[in-house]
């Protein structure tokens, strides 16, 4: 396989289609918790680290996504929990205990939903939220990567992997270490895992609405804020939601 633009172009091409086509159901799962949570007045909660916090920004406070949705990041640490600064780093995404304060600070409600994003669904911040979450009672949906995760030997004290705590667990097609064209001297360029996911993202929040809209309810969504109006159409709706849902920075 040569390395070009095009080449990636193909690959990519072939793996939404493919993504797209076996993840059908689990979407439409994961469209029926998400509506079943908010017609109870439930917040859809994001959370992702690394590069799959762009599934979180994905989810969470986008143009033409569900108002009521929080993004939950490790910056949370700093910006509402009162930690310094240099607490943030590569490696905290690997550590358990983060997770308890995380979910301390995230303004969580009972009917919540949660969906949580990492591609190889073995570090130990991730895992130990994933179970926080199910001791509480919340619907967990996972989006992930089967093959990487299989591959990975898990980094949660328990050995368990996001995925085992799931009530959905979308698989967002990438393959182990997600780059997918090989490299001569070894290794690989063109990742695929941030586009798969924010394909799932929005299948997911257009399956949402397609349910909302055929029970004749309007759904809560997003202007840009960015044309006319769009400010105070968001503001209007993000006032139901008030204390519960946030963007960071």
């Not at 600064?85 to 205990?97: F, I, N, Q, S, T």
């Not at 969906?115 to 179970?131: C, D, I, Q």
């Not at 997600?178 to 941030?194: C, F, H, Q, R």
């Amino acid at each position: 396989m040569t390395v070009s633009a095009e080449a990636y172009l193909a690959v990519v091409t072939e793996t939404i289609a493919r993504v797209a086509a076996a993840q059908r159901e689990n979407v439409g799962r994961t469209a029926d918790l998400i509506a079943e949570s908010l017609r109870a007045d439930g917040v859809v909660h994001a959370f992702g680290t690394g590069h799959s916090e762009a599934l979180a920004m994905e989810i969470a406070g986008r143009a033409g996504g569900l108002v009521p949705t929080n993004r939950i990041a490790l910056r949370d640490l700093v910006l509402y929990g009162g930690e310094p600064a240099d607490v943030l780093g590569p490696k905290l995404e690997r550590e358990p205990a983060v997770a308890h304060r995380l979910f301390e600070l995230a303004p969580v409600r009972p009917r919540d939903v949660f969906v949580l994003a990492s591609n190889s669904g073995v570090n130990g911040a991730m895992v130990e939220f994933a179970a926080i979450v199910k001791e509480r009672g919340h619907p967990l949906v996972a989006i992930t990567s089967a093959e990487h995760s299989a591959r990975m030997t898990s980094r949660h004290p328990s050995g368990r992997k996001l995925a085992d705590f799931a009530d959905v667990v979308l698989d967002n097609g990438a393959p182990y270490g997600d780059a997918t064209l090989p490299l001569p001297g070894g290794g690989a360029v063109g990742a695929v895992s941030s586009i798969t996911a924010a394909l799932l993202a929005q299948q997911i929040v257009a399956e949402v609405v397609a349910r909302l809209l055929a029970a004749g309810e309007r759904p809560p969504v997003y202007l840009s804020a960015n044309i006319t109006g769009g400010d105070e159409h968001n503001a209007e709706l993000e006032a139901r939601y008030a204390g519960r849902i946030r963007r960071g920075a």
